[in-house]
């Protein structure tokens, strides 16, 4: 089995993006007699289901994607027979009425679309910010020559957070949560963003608004 480090893209992945019924290929023997269907290793995830396997596969431009079990794999051949689906029988633990998988066996997937921020994005509101006052975990530090809601969430997107911010006009952050969520009126984050078009806005001098980070196919 080969292992390729990539990121996780899909943690906050929107299960409407990838309909499974649609793009699934069928059960395959998985580790009998050195026997792998997929063998590209991808990921693991704690709640597992099959939307949020496919942006590391798009990632590395493979065809297809399998999950057994908690596990991820990425491939553009199978290298293994086909067995009948019933034998699929584990259900997937973020998502019960799908299959991932089962013993010794694989459920396949096809790679489909290519995965991006949606902009404009669900906000979740205006929270007190201050360049001392963490309210999620990291702050992009890059030269962005524009900013906005599509720039944050580009770079909070590849560094695989849930959640991105704006703030001062000119910052980005991203994190999985919001750490000190003191909210604040709408009307304080009406800061218009760094170069970018007249109207759109982010945040203000003291005041972070942080949106949904939400996949979307282009």
């Known amino acids: 089995m080969l292992y390729i480090t990539f990121g996780v893209i899909l943690l906050v992945a929107v299960e409407g993006v990838f309909v499974a019924n649609e793009n699934y290929v069928g059960c395959f023997v998985h580790r009998i007699n050195d026997q792998w269907a997929l063998k590209f290793f991808s990921q693991n995830f704690t709640k597992m289901a099959p939307y949020l396997c496919l942006p590391n596969c798009q990632v590395m431009d493979q065809k297809f994607f ?5 596990q991820c794999f990425c491939g553009n051949e199978l290298h293994s027979i086909e067995v009948p689906r019933y034998r699929c029988n584990q259900r997937c633990s973020g998502k019960q009425e799908t299959r991932c998988g089962g013993l010794n066996v694989m459920s396949v997937y096809k790679v489909t679309g290519v995965t991006i921020p949606l902009v404009p994005a669900p906000s979740k509101g205006c929270f007190f910010w201050s360049p001392t006052e963490r309210v999620l975990h990291k702050e992009v530090k890059k030269n962005f020559q524009v900013m906005n809601q599509k720039e944050c969430a580009s770079s909070c997107f590849k560094i695989y957070r849930k959640l991105f911010g704006l703030a001062n006009g000119n910052r980005c952050y991203c994190g999985n949560q ?3 969520g003191n909210p604040m009126a709408k009307r304080f984050c ?6 970018a078009q007249y ?20």
């Open 66 to 70: 399998g999950i057994t079990k908690n």
């Open 178 to 180: 919001i750490l000190n």
């Open 190 to 195: 009406n800061q218009q963003c760094q170069n």
């Open 199 to 218: 109207g759109q806005k982010c945040g203000g001098p003291l005041a972070i608004e942080i949106f949904d980070l939400v996949p979307t196919e282009s």
